[in-house]
């Protein structure tokens, strides 16, 4: 099956710092999606984003398909958006997603 | 939010005895799922559903069953709790862009001792 890895595993930063999370999958993909779960454990859907740039607020994303990978800009993070986030895709006629093992990210006050 | 409620949220079980997780979606999407969350592992597929009746295995389905016997209720059992199934579990549907982007519940803590 397809294969998703996500990097840095952990990332530190201070408060107000940018940052870029990579996502690569290893076959091409019909839909990708990043997620963020929160301290409390719930996950939220930050982008539905198979190709193509798109932005919400401060966070954006950019998925090269042909390229097979995706990236997750945070600008000026906040301690709220500590947590871990994921990258998940679907590949070929299936509609279930394989999971990224996340990056972990902790923004200190 | 997307209408999944998941429950319980969290239980407590002895090992070698049935436990059944429910997800309950408020719309009639036809796509329902069952993950795992463990450490180092991300989220793995236990069990889908693309309907009533409905159902296939994901990449993780040992010592698992699923059952939907109406559009809205995808329910996941474990026959015989091992300590292994110690996890939280999720439930998600998909919905729009071709039932391909995904809404998952808040998660169900299980503990099997």
């Known amino acids: 099956g397809i294969q998703v890895e996500q990097s840095p595993p952990d990332l530190i930063l201070q408060e107000g710092a940018n940052s870029t999370l990579r996502c690569n999958f290893s076959?091409?993909?019909?839909?990708l999606q990043w997620f963020h779960q929160n301290p409390w454990g719930q996950l939220i859907n930050l982008f539905y984003?198979?190709?193509g740039t798109k932005q919400n607020g401060r966070l954006s994303a950019t998925t090269v398909a042909t390229e097979r990978y995706s990236l997750l800009y945070i600008s000026s993070s906040q301690t709220t958006d500590s947590g871990v986030y994921f990258c998940?895709?679907?590949?070929?006629?299936?509609?279930?997603?394989?999971f990224g093992s996340g990056t972990q990210l902790t923004v200190l006050p | 939010d997307a209408g999944i409620t998941q429950s319980p949220r969290h239980k407590v079980t002895e090992t070698g005895t049935p436990v059944t997780l429910r997800c309950h979606q408020t719309?009639?999407?036809?796509?329902m799922y069952w993950y795992r969350q463990d450490p180092g592992h991300g989220l793995r597929l236990i069990h889908y559903?693309?309907?009533?009746?409905?159902?296939d295995k994901g990449e993780v389905s040992d010592g698992y069953s699923v059952s939907r016997s109406k559009t809205e209720d995808f329910l996941l059992t474990l026959e015989s709790a091992t300590s292994s199934q110690t996890s939280v579990y999720f439930c998600?549907?998909?919905?729009?862009?071709?039932?391909?982007?995904?809404?998952f519940g808040q998660g169900t803590r299980l503990t099997v001792v």
């Open positions: 076959d091409s993909v019909n839909n």
């Open positions: 998600a549907i998909s919905i729009g862009h071709g039932e391909t982007e995904a809404f």
């Open positions: 998940a895709v679907t590949s070929g006629s299936a509609r279930q997603l394989t």
């Open positions: 984003i198979p190709s």
């Open positions: 719309e009639n999407h036809r796509y």
């Open positions: 559903s693309y309907g009533v009746k409905d159902t």
